[in-house]
């Protein structure tokens, strides 16, 4: 079945590890978002990718670092894990990103707990 | 700034017609989405809207006033489905994607 796929389901962290945060899309997507999820906010974007080999800063990219060295595949990393960063984090893909209206369809997510 | 309002949460019966309202103040519109989110779960696409009038999608409706920045998705028949929480996002001038906070609709039986 075609889709993104997202690992782990969920994680309780340390204060202080690094974790990466795994997403795989087999729709030849051409872009890519990593989003969190906070109750009573909005989605908030953290990193995106218009094409393999770039990214760009979303709204709130501090702590949180990514790369996109083929089209499938953008994982999220988290060098030094603070507790504001426990959240629940979703990747989502389009077929085209920066400039299109492209719709954004969105993986299982990730629940992160951190402590 | 840029701002997507919509009610925190909703009340509806089964059977019934509900409509969760949506107004933006955004630099710019290039279009406006709805999804569906159910508890757990990731966010679903429902409609797009980027001209105005109503578009029909079964039991559910999208409604855009770009004059006025105001949407609405409007469910019809009621199922206790339904319940989950309804998330409006605009495209700004810029073609990044605002997002609301979502609304939660409970639906009794």
């Known amino acids: 079945i075609a889709g993104i796929t997202q690992a782990p389901t969920s994680q309780i962290l340390a204060a202080g590890r690094r974790m990466t945060l795994r997403c795989t899309q087999d729709m030849r997507h051409n872009a890519m978002y990593w989003y969190r999820q906070d109750l009573g906010l909005g989605l908030r974007l953290i990193h995106y990718?218009?094409?393999?080999?770039?990214?760009g800063k979303g709204e709130v990219p501090d702590g949180y670092s990514v790369s996109r060295a083929n089209t499938d595949d953008f994982p999220l990393t988290l060098a030094s894990a603070v507790p504001s960063q426990t959240s629940v984090y979703f990747c989502a893909s389009s077929d085209s990103g920066s400039g299109s209206t492209d719709t954004q369809y969105f993986g299982p997510g990730t629940r992160l707990t951190v402590l | 700034g840029q701002n997507i309002d919509q009610p925190t949460e909703m009340t509806a019966t089964e059977g019934a017609i509900v409509q969760i309202n949506c107004t933006y103040q955004t630099s710019g519109f290039n279009g406006l989405f709805w999804y569906q989110q159910h508890a757990g779960e990731a966010p679903t696409f429902l409609s797009y809207?980027?001209l105005d009038g109503l578009e029909e999608k079964g039991r559910f409706s999208s409604f855009l006033s770009r004059s006025k920045g105001y949407s609405y998705l409007l469910l019809k028949e009621l199922q206790m489905k339904d319940s989950a929480s309804y998330l409006c996002a605009v495209i700004d001038s810029n073609y990044q994607l605002i997002w609301g906070a979502g609304t939660k609709l409970i639906i009794k039986p």
């Open positions: 990718s218009n094409t393999a080999g770039t990214t």
């Open positions: 809207n980027v």
